[in-house]
């Protein structure tokens, strides 16, 4: 019975399925793992085999699959409502959530105003600060225009894109898009400018201001993925970079949008990326994290400054004109409140710290084997980068597929993970054990080793 069953997902699995970031041609000739259940730190296929969600599947979650507490949150809001429209209609998860959002924020960030996922939180933003600048006292219709950094990643809707700088995703797009100033993006394994931190001052930021300060006129925001550019293979900004960008922000009277959907919700270490350089944005997206990995739902929070900008008489039409239909979905928002619940009750950035710390030690393991180019940590998120010889830093071309062909590999041993093309990326919940950040590692290391 069951055999059958499988065999029949398995075959509907490559005939119905457009999977996202994935070439078909390849994939429907292999055999598709199927996920039925999670537990903890693991995913188990419909065959019973157990995999480490190694990348906590794609990002999301925190506290592990089947948290107790969460799976309640979902159960108990399923028994009173699982969705009412937001749209000038409030229900009671979506004012809790809210308020539990702004009480742990960087300070200043005062309003909430909810989506689905990263790209729309994004999206959300953009048009925050443009309009803003249309209708506000304090605005200027001449700024119309976006800064945004090389290799930046911020989702897949049009606008998000037009502000993301990963030619592999984003240039096929390009006469879809807006034009943005594109500043390089901090990159100290290979320095877009050849030098090296901290000898370099952050000399890299001079391009920055160079840039606001000839455009300050025209530009309302500048978009930063805060401490690391995820979807580009983990590339970490050099300690003080944020700080000095929130400072030109504010020198050149342009908004900072930290894109947090990577990194919010404890991945860093601390709960928002941007706590680490004592940075309060003016807008903040969150996204990934929020729900522990349940639901989908996205928040874009803003200071009091920028929602005062948006007020008016009704015939004034300054009323921000955006909404998605499953905005402030309860289910979502019941399950993103006990998320942020459970991070408090169970001491959960504070757990993290040891966690943390093995992560380092194990991953340093890795230096010396001779594929191993670059291993780029922050908190719980690394990225290790593979090249074709060290000294050169010569990436492989992608014809070899090298980050697949790890991932296929580690399968076989019980890890799930995903590459960003050469770089293989670790992730996993924040709730992952000493003992499995261990066996991580120990797979890792027998794929480098051979
Ligand atoms: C994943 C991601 C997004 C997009 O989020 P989706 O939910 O996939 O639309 C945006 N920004 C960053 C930094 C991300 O990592």
New binding site residues.
């Given amino acids: 019975m069951t055999d059958n069953r499988n065999k029949n997902l398995e075959s509907q699995a490559n005939q119905y399925i457009w999977y996202p970031f994935t070439q078909m041609q390849d994939h429907v000739k292999e055999k598709p793992v199927i996920i039925e259940k999670g537990e903890g730190c693991f995913l188990i296929d419909i065959d019973g085999n157990r995999y480490i969600d190694g990348v906590s599947s794609?990002?999301t979650n925190v506290h592990g699959h089947r948290k107790e507490k969460l799976d309640l949150a979902v159960k108990k809001q399923l028994d009173l409502i699982a969705h009412s429209t937001l749209l000038g209609l409030s229900n009671v998860p979506a004012v809790r959530c809210a308020q539990k959002l702004v009480k742990i924020a960087p300070e200043g960030l005062t309003r909430v105003f909810y989506s689905d996922?990263?790209?729309?939180?994004?999206e959300i933003a953009l048009k925050m600060a443009f309009q803003y600048h249309r209708q506000a006292a304090g605005g200027d219709t001449n700024k119309t225009r976006f800064i945004s950094f090389k290799n930046a990643?911020?989702?897949?809707?049009i606008g998000?894109v037009s502000l993301g700088g990963i030619d592999l995703f984003h240039e096929k797009y390009h006469p879809l898009l807006f034009d943005s100033f594109k500043a390089d993006s901090p990159h100290c394994y290979r320095c877009p400018i050849g030098e090296s931190f901290p000898e370099c001052d952050l000399k890299c930021i001079d391009q920055v201001e160079e840039l606001m300060a000839s455009h300050d006129h025209e530009v309302c925001a500048l978009v930063i993925?805060p401490l690391v550019?995820?979807?580009a293979g983990i590339l970490l900004q050099p300690q003080g970079y944020l700080k000095r960008i929130r400072e030109l922000c504010t020198k050149y009277n342009i908004f900072m949008i930290a894109?947090?959907?990577?990194?919010g919700f404890g991945k860093t270490g601390k709960m928002f990326a941007c706590e680490h350089e004592d940075v309060a944005p003016d807008i903040m997206?969150l996204?990934?994290g929020i729900t522990g990995g349940y639901l989908?739902l996205?928040a874009t929070l803003a200071t009091e400054a920028i929602f005062h900008g948006f007020l008016g008489a009704h015939e004034e039409f300054k009323t921000f004109f955006h909404g998605h239909t499953y905005t402030g979905n309860p289910l979502a928002c019941a399950v993103a409140e006990a998320n942020i619940d459970i991070f408090k009750e169970e001491n959960v950035i504070e757990n993290l710290q040891g966690k943390i710390k093995r992560f380092t030690e194990k991953l340093k393991t890795f230096s010396d084997l001779p594929h191993v180019g670059d291993i780029r940590q922050r908190g719980i998120m690394a990225g290790i980068e593979l090249v074709v010889c060290k000294d050169s830093k010569k990436e492989y071309p992608a014809k070899e597929r090298i980050g697949h062909r790890v991932i296929v590999e580690a399968r076989k041993h019980g890890l799930i993970i995903r590459p960003l093309g050469n770089v293989i990326v670790i992730m996993p919940p924040l709730a992952i054990s000493m003992e499995e950040i261990d066996r991580i590692c120990e797979i890792h290391m027998m794929l480098y080793g051979k």
């Avoid at 996922?117 to 994004?122: D, E, I, L, P, Q």
């Avoid at 990643?153 to 809707?157: I, N, S």
Wanted: glycine content about 10%.
């Fill in positions: 794609l990002w996922n990263g790209s729309t939180a994004v990643y911020h989702g897949d809707t998000s993925e550019q995820g979807a894109d947090e959907v990577a990194v997206a996204a990934k989908p996205a």
